[in-house]
Nanobody, 122 residues
């Protein structure tokens, strides 16, 4: 069973940067489309960014375009977050989909990490 693990969350001031990473123990991720989701307190989980299996296509939620960058290699997926805002505060989850293309639907992802907390506050 593919088990994803996220790293890199923490507390950062507005305007700061964080880099999240996610990998899988004993598995490579080359066969999967990979995505980042987030869930803020009292809100539903939402898609943040997705990158296709071959890395050729990436999608972003409108509020993070120009600030977040998703990248991947055979073993990990990354989320570079710049110019962070208080509204970016959430638990961030990585997810894997055994498919070539991205999807914004949570139900299309069969593998999830446990999440890492990102807090943006002064």
């Amino acid at each position: 069973q593919l088990q994803l693990v996220e790293f890199g969350g923490g507390l950062v001031q507005p305007g700061g940067s964080l880099r999240l990473s996610c990998g899988a123990e004993r598995y490579t991720l080359g066969a999967y489309t990979l995505a980042w989701f987030r869930q803020a307190p009292g809100k539903e989980r939402e898609g943040v960014a997705c990158i296709s299996r071959n890395g050729g296509r990436s999608n972003y939620e409108d509020s993070v375009k120009g600030r977040f960058t998703i990248a991947r290699d055979q073993t990990s997926v990354y989320l570079q977050m710049d110019n962070l805002k208080p509204e970016d505060t959430a638990i961030y989850y990585c997810a894997a989909r055994f498919s070539a293309s991205c999807s914004a639907s949570i139900s299309d992802y069969g593998h999830w990490g446990r999440g890492t907390q990102v807090t943006v506050s002064s």
